[in-house]
């Protein structure tokens, strides 16, 4: 992400590209571009964490040139807030827009403070006795000559829980839950940018509720940041409750290795017309 | 809430106000003020119904008169977003952003499908043995002689369960939960922007949780509207796992009088510095 011109102007554009591999099926992962909108969008604020990000998917990202259009809405004392939009800009042809973002953000302790805390991280198996789609993992691969394979999944190390991996080969939990570690390649230390990319890495939850359902676009992605994660896995929960009047929400939780909650996020997909 | 000008423009500027009493010790309420900008994004777009609507407020509101801009992100064939921004625009001074919002707005269908629901209406005793924060209601009001009773609790009718009604008098349940019923006076239809005003009308859930906060800001508002909801009373639950890091998400479900799910919410709020 590379700031065009000089700072200080309420308004900057960043020019930022989608590497080849950052795709799912070809449409650019959109946890990656909502990653490249907060980084520009932090730098504009002059504010390291992204505290809340919301974003609205407009359109499918492709691989290629992107710029970034930020402009500042309010900056506070413990807060910023900015509006960001994401724009293909194919070297022929018209941009398009691809996100539309609202992000407030400030700086975060690193752990956060504890006051109450309602919930548990998932219980999960180790990380090796987990389900990777990484084709060049040691664990046990889910499919590993499954020539359509995102190539994302081969970008980061993501583990699912071996009860709610069984979708991909026939075989779904039958509840809409996804459970699972997140780590980058070669332990590279996740940051708070980072942590939203991790809430939108995980395969859909509907996958494992018997539905007839092989993608569901998403429509806003919503994200909270807490705290800075401790450096290891993280341990992540996605969940649904409701796939009603044409959407379902998607809940999803994201605890560091010192059993922190590190962040929350909920996005409302659209369940595709069948 | 009127438009200046002539349709057709990408961007456009409404006119509204804070009418008397919309406010809660002088600050505007920010549901009602998420409804105004709702129903300006509304109308720009040519969409009846909110689908994802999210808020972040960057000061409060006063009494007065408001201007809306909205500009249109994309216009598609089921949604459209677009963003808005509310000012104060006072007689004398400076205009003042109050609130900037990312909405996608849609059709939706009244009542919505259901596929699947893994949870269900509050348990509320009937509203007539609830608890009002209102004046001049026949019920029990909590506290009738408190001068400095939110005028706003006048505007709408709010009962909430008398379990969780105890905090106004030093007794809140322990639990960070809020539930209780919710109309317009006179039985007036509540739309599918008028459900937003209701995902921000109730006292805050960590009122109940024997924590020594008195006021929660709120940073950030993200409303899902899932269906137009039948008339009558609507039940309403609030619930928060989380009070960590400096703040505390505020996570909210509304039911109609039929039983279906209408609008879910989360907010996530600031834990006031001690």
């Known amino acids: 992400v590379r700031r065009r011109g000089a700072p200080g102007s309420p308004q900057a554009t960043y020019d930022a590209e989608v590497a080849p591999g950052w795709d799912i099926l070809g449409n650019a992962n959109g946890g990656y571009l909502l990653a490249i909108a907060a980084r520009a969008t932090a730098d504009h604020l002059g504010r390291a964490d992204p505290v809340t990000v919301t974003a609205h998917f407009v359109a499918p990202g492709r691989p290629g040139p992107l710029a970034v259009d930020v402009s500042s809405v309010r900056a506070g004392r413990r807060f910023a807030t900015a509006r960001a939009e994401v724009r293909s800009v194919p070297p022929e042809g018209d941009p398009l827009t691809l996100m539309a973002v609202l992000a407030t953000c400030g700086e975060l302790a690193e752990p956060g403070s504890v006051v109450l805390v309602d919930a548990e991280p998932p219980v999960l198996p180790p990380p090796e006795e987990c389900v990777s789609h990484r084709r060049t993992d ?7 000559d499954r020539p359509s394979a995102p190539t994302f999944m081969d970008r980061v190390e993501l583990r699912l829980h071996p009860v709610d991996a069984g979708f991909g080969v026939g075989d779904p939990s039958g509840e809409p839950r996804v459970r699972g570690w997140f780590r980058l390649p070669g332990e590279e230390p996740i940051d708070t940018i980072g942590l939203l990319q991790v809430l939108d890495a995980f395969p859909p939850t509907v996958f494992n509720a018997r539905l007839p359902f092989n993608w569901v676009p998403t429509l806003e992605l919503t994200c909270h940041v807490r705290s800075r994660p401790a450096p290891g896995w993280l341990a992540c929960e996605f ?21 922190t909650l590190v962040a929350q996020s909920r996005q409302l997909a659209l369940m595709p017309r069948g």
Chains 1, 2 share one sequence.
Do not use: C, K
Not at 138 to 144: N, R
Not at 240 to 259: C, I, K, M, N, P
């Open 239 to 259: 969940t649904t409750r409701f796939v009603t009047g044409g959407f379902l929400e998607e809940d999803g939780v994201v605890w560091d290795s010192a059993g």
């Open 138 to 144: 040691d664990v046990h691969v889910a499919d590993p």
